[in-house]
């Protein structure tokens, strides 16, 4: 065998062990510096970590009650001023707005008093309920609870929340990327 002849022997197999080392190698990397890495999120809403899950029972819901759907919850002091009412109309507005998909979210509203009988009426897709004083205050954040609008899972796991003060659109864009629409 001549010198060039080795030559290319060698490149070959240095050629070689790099196409099969390399992928090996930058797996490896990889997994020992995934916590330093920042890939992103493509949700809008804030995760709640860690997620918090709702017993059904404690609200005097049906024990499958999450078990079909996303819910939108919606926890407001002792009254339903103007700002409630807003939301509540925003929570309406953006179920609606999936069209084919609207009986896959349902909406739930949380009071910490009695609710007035015009909140809820002539509204069929939203359930109330009174939660004064319950255990299922602890899955939200204490008194800031009525800044957000919540998403509950199908296992009844408190995941997101959305500021008042964002853009309800948002809301929106989760849900249909969540619902596997393809739009938003």
């Avoid at 404690?58 to 009650?65: E, I, N, Q, S």
Wanted: aromatic letters at 8%; proline letters at 4%; glycine letters at 10%.
């Amino acid at each position: 065998m001549n010198e060039a002849q080795a030559k290319s022997n060698r490149r070959t197999l240095l050629l070689l062990l790099v196409v099969f080392l390399a992928p090996a190698l930058g797996s490896w990397l990889l997994y020992a510096n995934v916590g330093h890495l920042h890939l992103g999120t493509t949700n809008k809403g804030e995760f709640v970590d860690p997620p918090r899950q709702l017993d059904p029972a404690v609200l005097g819901l049906a024990p499958d009650y999450f078990a079909h759907h996303f819910t939108l919850v919606y926890v407001s002091g002792a009254e339903c001023a103007a700002a409630c009412r807003d939301t509540l109309q925003v929570m309406r507005g953006t179920q609606q707005a999936l069209g084919e998909q609207t009986r896959e979210v349902q909406r739930l509203y949380l009071s910490q008093g009695i609710i007035a009988a015009d909140v809820t009426q002539g509204d069929a897709g939203l359930t109330g309920r009174d939660i004064h004083g319950s255990a299922a205050l602890q899955a939200f954040d204490g008194p800031d609870a009525s800044k957000y609008i919540y998403l509950v899972d199908r296992n009844g796991y408190v995941v997101l929340r959305y500021s008042l003060a964002q853009d309800p659109k948002f809301i929106l864009m989760d849900l249909r990327h969540l619902l596997g629409s393809g739009e938003g």
